[in-house]
């Protein structure tokens, strides 16, 4: 299907930057339960299957950067998917026993778009924390770097999930680009 199942760079967000996003948009937000989708577009909170606090975030400035790396992901990796609108950043917060089971990013179209690339940006720094490796590929699944700062993207079609948290805290930020429903 793809030759690349994800794009990554290690370390490429400053530690700086990273502790300013947990503080000034998570830690200043209200953080709600994460939820899954079901039928008909409906969230619920299923705790065995997705136990993560998160925030919705718009900031321009973040917003830009992850821009940035999904295209030029989704160039250097010759997917060339027709994704332009970003939709509105998660920041999540994985505590202990915190986890995501296996599930693919994609959605039914909104207003013609659907979702089509996926980014993570690791905000922790992989001694805050044990477990909550976040896998890509359910076949045969490859654990992502936990470098703090780095910065992954992958189709939204892809499976993936984070193993469940043993010790510590793991932040990050999710994002997703849409675009016109695959044909």
């Known amino acids: 299907m793809f030759t690349y199942s994800s794009w990554r ?3 490429v ?3 700086t930057d990273c502790e300013e996003i947990i503080k000034q948009l998570f830690n200043a937000g209200s953080p709600e339960q994460g939820k899954i989708a079901q039928l008909h577009d409906t969230r619920v909170v299923a705790e065995d299957i997705r136990q993560t606090d998160v925030v919705w975030s718009d900031n321009s400035e973040l917003s830009g950067m992850i821009a940035h790396y999904i295209n030029a992901a989704n160039i250097e990796s010759g997917w060339h998917i027709n994704a332009t609108m970003l939709e509105k950043i998660q920041i999540g917060r994985y505590g202990v026993g915190g986890h995501y089971d296996w599930h693919m990013d994609t959605s039914p179209p909104t207003d013609g778009l659907q979702r089509k690339l996926s980014l993570s940006l690791q905000l922790s720094d992989s001694d805050a924390y044990e477990g909550g490796d976040l896998l890509i590929g359910a076949t045969h699944p490859e654990t992502t770097p936990r470098k703090q700062g780095s910065v992954i993207v992958f189709p939204s079609c892809m499976f993936h999930k984070v193993t469940p948290v043993t010790k510590g805290e793991r932040f990050s ?10 044909r």
């Open 13 to 15: 967000v400053p530690k």
């Open 173 to 182: 930020v999710v994002a997703w680009m849409r675009g016109p429903q695959f």
């Open 9 to 11: 760079w290690e370390g």
